[in-house]
C-alpha cells in the first residue's frame, strides 16, 4: 500500500512559491529521505503532509486520507517531530512525553513513556524540565513525544540536527527498526551520509522534485571518475555514468601499450547531487 501520496502539490506564501507542483510516493514501510538546501520547500512539504498548513493547489493523502478534512482520524495514526521542537519547557521531558501520549491513547501509556524514554537516551534526564536540558536533548524528547504512541507513519523535520554522531547512529538504527516493523519513517536531512541510508531519496530544489529514486542509483546514473596512468602519470576526468560515456572518455587512449592501468569510481552522491543542481539552475 502507498502511505503517502502527493499530486500537483503547489503553495505559495505571497508571490514566494514554495512548493511548485509536487509529486511523490512513498510505499508503506519506507524510510524515505526529502533532501534540499535552505529554503527548497523540505518544511513546507512536511507540514503539508501532517495537516498543518492549507496547500494551494494539488492533493495529498496519508494513509489515504485527505490530512486536512481527515485530520482527527489522520493525527492517531502519525507522529510528527518538527524542525524547532514545541515542547512545553516547565513539565519534565517525562511530562512532556506522557502529554503528547495522552492525547492519543491511554492503555499502556506508562509503560510506553518509559520505553521510549530509554530509546531516545532519557531515562537519566526524565524528570529535568525541559528548559534545562541541551538543544540535543530537547530533541531527543521531541522525538519520543512523535514515537509515544507508535504511529504507522512518522515525519521528522532534521531529527538529528544538534544530535552528537554516536546518538544519531543511534537514531538510524531505531528508524531502520521502525521501518523493518512496517513504520513509514519520512525524513527531511541535510546531510549526504543519512541521505545515503534511506530506501528511496527525493531531491527537491526551488520547490520541485529533481530526483526521486533509492540513492544508489542515483550514485550509478550520476557521474564517475575515470583515472588512466600512461607512462607513470595518472590523468583524471570526470564523465557521465553510461557505458557509453565510458568508451567514448576512452577512446583517445586507444588502448596503447603505453596505458598502464585504467580504473572508474562513482561519484559520491554529494557530486551528483551538487551536479543536479548545477544543472537545474542553468
Ligand atoms: N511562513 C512563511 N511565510 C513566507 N515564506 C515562507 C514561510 N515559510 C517558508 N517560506 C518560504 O518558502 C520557501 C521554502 O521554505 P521551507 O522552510 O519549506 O524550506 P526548507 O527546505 O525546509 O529549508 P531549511 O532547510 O532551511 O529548513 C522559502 O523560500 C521560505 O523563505
Known sequence: MTAIEVQGLTKLYGRTEALRGIDLAVPEGCL????????????????????????????????????????????????????????????????????????????????????????????????????TLSGGMKNRVSLAAALVHSPRVLFLDEPTAGVDPHLRARFWELFRRLTSEGTTVLISTHLMDEAMLCDRLAILLQGKVIADAPPRQLVEHGRAHLRVREQGRTHEVLIGGTPEDLAEALRPYGLRPSVEAVSVSPASLEEVILSLWQEVAQ
Do not use: C
Open 32 to 131: 524515505f529521505g526529502l533532501l534540499g538546501p535552505n529554503g527548497a520547500g523540505k518544511t513546507t512539504l512536511i507540514k503539508a503532509l501532517v495537516g498543518a498548513l492549507r496547500p494551494s493547489g494539488g492533493s495529498v493523502r496519508v494513509l489515504g486520507l485527505d490530512p486536512l478534512r481527515q485530520r482527527r482520524q489522520l493525527r492517531q495514526q502519525i507522529g510528527y517531530m518538527p524542525q524547532s521542537p514545541a515542547l512545553y519547557e516547565d513539565l519534565s521531558a517525562r511530562g512532556n512525553i506522557a502529554f503528547f501520549g495522552g492525547a492519543h491513547m491511554s492503555h499502556g501509556l506508562d509503560k510506553r513513556v518509559e520505553e521510549v524514554l530509554e530509546l531516545t537516551d532519557l531515562t537519566g534526564r526524565a524528570d529535568d524540565p525541559v528548559h
